[in-house]
């Protein structure tokens, strides 16, 4: 039964053809993950102002109703609330609770407050999902895992990439979006100034 709290936006915007849409989108996502500086195109949904299409279409793909989310900055508002639970009935928890975390990385911040495993299960930490203005292949120099050499990305900043990877194995996961464009960027690749 649908919550008659919820608006007919908020039951509009997802995956027209959810098996395909979704198994597309998700493969997308590994390989932009698997290959950090690899930025990929991720359609089919439209969600609520002011999300982004590729952070709306990461929400339907990795979230179900046992995965903690948290909002932050400007998308957390009823909009993208309604249109979250609606879709994927995700809890909506506090930062420190959050399997994912959506939002501006100025609004995530200050990123310590995420969680980042635990030396006998490093994979308990948070995923974030960035909303960013510019993502392309210029910027930050990375190296490591899955990367040929080197790769260049633009990020918010450096310092804190720097710090999570002196963590790993722990540490938290980041997916940049853009629009209606997304990349990768684990714990375990090493970032460094341009």
């Known amino acids: 039964m649908t919550d008659p709290m919820l608006t007919p936006a908020a039951m509009a915007g997802g995956f027209a053809a959810a098996p395909t849409q979704s198994a597309v989108a998700f493969r997308a996502i590994l390989h932009a993950l698997s290959r950090p500086g690899c930025i990929v195109g991720l359609t089919g949904a439209t969600p609520p102002a ?3 299409v590729a952070a709306g279409v990461a929400a339907l793909v990795l979230l ?3 995965t903690p989310v948290h909002l932050a900055g400007a998308l957390d508002c009823a909009a993208v609330r309604d249109w979250i639970t609606f879709h994927t009935a995700a809890p909506l928890v506090p930062a420190g609770e959050a399997v994912f ?3 501006r990385w100025t609004d995530l911040a200050p990123v310590s407050r995420f969680a980042i495993g635990t030396p006998d ?3 308990r930490a948070a995923t974030l999902v960035v909303v960013t203005d510019r ?3 210029t ?5 490591g895992p899955g990367i040929d050499g080197a790769a260049r990305l633009s990020l918010p900043e450096i310092a804190a990439f720097r710090a999570n990877r002196a963590l790993f194995p722990l540490g938290f996961d980041t997916l940049l979006t853009c629009g209606d464009r ?3 960027l684990p714990r375990s690749t090493r970032v460094e100034a341009a």
């Open 139 to 143: 910027g930050a120099t990375l190296r």
């Open 121 to 123: 299960y490093p994979d």
């Open 182 to 184: 997304l990349a990768g």
């Open 64 to 66: 179900d109703n046992t």
């Open 135 to 137: 993502l392309d292949d």
């Open 50 to 52: 002011p999300m982004p």
């Open 101 to 103: 975390a959506f939002g």
